[in-house]
């Protein structure tokens, strides 16, 4: 299933993307028993309801009620969730390390920093340009994996059981608040670089995890202006997904909702920037960003099997 949120009556609304479609199970009451109503207030309800919830969708999309059935293009698209903890993991593409000016700890353990939800914005939401804040705006796509099972210390064997599903994160980042030097010495102020307004923009939905049998084998890209800067696959992570539901687990007991950020291939304008460290290693068919990003920019973050996140900067 790919679930998204959209607005209907200026207020969010849980639909199932089908293809062209979309499907509002919030308008197919008649179809559902009381019980099942539950289920479809926002994707936290529906995640709760496990087993249960996944049938009355399975059963509501092979009927597709026409009452429940509004066209894609006829609507405008919010972030499916709202996470309240992103948790996030940097450093994770060994080609990204290679780029960029490494803290100690740079591909020898996952960067641990956090979002929340005030950083969240949805598809063709603005991400904002803010000259008191940073002057070095990149973006980074990035594989989030949405837990659907709660636990803490969770084996790697059986962590990806704890998986609801996937979605795209881009990772906005200040890199001139993020990275600091003093002389040949680089460390990273994750808090400040990382977390602010739209840093993380989210969707254009969630594929639930049914749908990816290995979240180790997609695609991944950003488009900066049609230009491609970054090209990948989720084969490069250092840490797994599998790895990183493990790692943060100690930290946290993962709960139904909570999202794990997986870290971005190479291409960032950071790779650019000599004066954070950065040096560009040439790669076939990729476009060495000339700056960072600017009013104007529209980034698109594309994952196979879930489609592309689009934003616009102003």
Known sequence: MKIVGFWRDQQIRLGFLLEN???????????LASEEEQFF?????????ADLAFKAAARLIEQRPPNAVHPLDSVRLAAPMWPSTILCAGSNYREHNEEKAGSPTSGKEPEFFLKTSDSVVGPEEPIRFDERLTRKLDCETELGIVIGTAGRHIPR????????????????????RQVRRSGSFTWYD????KA?????????????????????????????????????????????????????????????????ITGTPAGTAWSTDKELGGHWQPKEGLVAATRYC?????????????????????
């Open 41 to 49: 207030g926002d994707v936290n309800s529906f995640i709760r309801g």
């Open 196 to 260: 602010f307004d739209t840093s993380a923009p989210l969707g254009p939905c969630i594929v639930t995890a049914d749908e990816i049998a290995d979240p180790q084998v997609l695609d991944i890209r950003t488009r900066i202006n049609g230009e491609l800067r970054q090209s990948s696959n989720t084969r490069n992570m250092i840490w797994t997904c599998a790895d990183l539901i493990h790692f943060f687990s100690t930290n946290f007991t993962l709960k139904p909702g909570m999202v794990i």
């Open 190 to 193: 994750l808090g400040r670089g």
């Open 294 to 314: 600017l009013p104007g920019d529209v980034i698109e973050c594309e994952i196979q099997g879930i489609g592309v996140l689009a934003n616009p900067v102003r």
């Open 21 to 31: 479609e979309i499907l509002e199970p919030g308008l197919a009451g008649s179809l």
């Open 157 to 176: 064997e059986h962590a990806l059981k704890h998986a609801f599903g996937y979605t795209i994160v881009n990772d906005v980042t200040a890199r001139d």
